[in-house]
């Protein structure tokens, strides 16, 4: 019976625990965009965005969007990186 509430608790734990990882993620990739759409700030965008994939890579939701955007920021800038990030996206996450 101790065994199993155990089991239950730890269970609980690590979904939660889980739940606010994926949460971080989102948060700091709203924050991102938030820089690029509204504050126009593209350079801070762009570090953002790298930190969000070192961060988060096992979030391929996040992940994928973080490479559109990217990819999307890049081309703004004008810079050939663009296509890299796109092409990235494509073969990491066809799933996405």
Do not use: C, W
Not at 6 to 29: E, P, R
């Amino acid at each position: 019976m101790k065994t199993r509430l155990f089991l239950i608790i730890a269970f609980v734990f690590l979904t939660v625990s889980l739940s606010a990882q994926d949460n971080k993620a989102s948060v700091a990739l709203a924050a991102a965009i938030y820089e690029e759409e509204v504050t126009g700030n593209l350079d801070k965008a762009v570090e953002l965005y790298l930190d969000i994939l070192k961060k988060y890579p096992n979030d391929r939701q996040v992940s994928a969007k973080t490479l559109y955007h990217l990819g999307l920021v890049n081309e703004k800038m004008g810079k050939q990186k663009a296509s890299e990030y796109f092409t990235r996206l494509v073969n990491t996450y066809p799933d996405q």
